[in-house]
């Protein structure tokens, strides 16, 4: 059962730190960690309206790929200017963009010109030799605290790590053709087994690592850039093997896939995904009404104008949001794309709300 909402709740704790697409919140006096908040939101029974703050995102430059996309968040301080960019865990070498605030593989001629060279070009990556104590003893006790729910963010899924290889047309024909399909199959079963070794060092070397966002694009901001067929065929089997190892071991799943992919969802779901957060150009209402109750989704509220807006009208506009997707039957957490509105008021009002919502 969840405990009804108490107003001593409200008394303020501490605060967040900042982070990307996050700012900093305060943090109540709530009825559960964090982390019991976020495990349970992830098994479908929430307490509250999850915002992302109670979530640690854990990106170690351990990983290769972290380094090379400009994304590393843990204990020891990254300077993107001078440390992003460079060999992925292929040796693929890409490109730090600050103007973008993004990687791109270094453009040229493709690493593969076709899928059936995979056997004979690719270097595997030798992951024993990274340095998991040296990551573990930096990390655990310090960035990685016990109340927190901690994120580890993994980069670069199955279609990405094709397009890192042979660019986004190599990578889609390759997909698409038939001649090439069972090479593409056979790359994915061995690249899942070293997806699968990689969580599984996570797992032993930090053991505060509560759930796995994992990361591979499937569509643009118009459509999907595949058929929901295709995708069952060719890339949820090898997901499939990744969530069931990840929840065998007792951790959360979360998908991020940007572009309007509505057409998608059920594979997402059957791909085992605890929770996805949509891009905003999908139809939230749609994806909420048709498989709210199947996963978990990253819900957008309604824009109002924050510079003008007044306090009541922006608590006004968090009960709506949580009325609408604070339901116990179908719990949502609030889209990562979304935080803008987390003024201190919207915020206080969302918490309130839902949870009076979430404990009926």
Known sequence: MIPKFDPKELNVVGETVAYVYMPSIKIYDYPVTEKEAITSMFKGKAYWQMVGAERCPFVPRLLPDNTVRGLVFEHQPF?????????????????????????????????????????????????????????????????????KFNLAWFQTGWFERLIALMDFEGALMAIFDEDSKEEVKAFFEKLTDLYIRIFDKYITYFPKVDGFFVHDDWGSQKETFFSPELVAEMIVPYMKRVTDFLHVKGKCCELHSCGQ?????????????????????????????????????????????IESATEEEQRAAARAYADKYCRPDKPTYLNMYSTAFLTPAYREELYIRSRENYSK
């Open 79 to 147: 300077d993107v200017l001078t440390e992003a960019g460079g060999k992925d865990m292929f040796g693929i070498e890409w490109e730090y963009i600050a103007q973008v605030g993004g990687s791109t593989v270094r453009p040229g001629v493709p690493f593969l010109e076709d899928i059936s060279q995979w056997r004979e070009k690719i270097v595997w990556p030798d992951i024993d030799s990274w340095d998991w104590e040296g990551s573990a003893k930096i990390n655990n006790d310090t960035y990685l605290a016990s109340d």
């Open 261 to 305: 992919i509505l057409k998608q969802v059920p594979n997402i779901i059957a791909a085992g995904w605890d929770a996805w957060n949509p891009q905003l150009i999908n139809d939230m209402d749609a994806i909420y009404d048709l498989y709210g109750d199947k996963i978990v989704l990253g819900i957008a509220p309604e824009p109002f104008d």
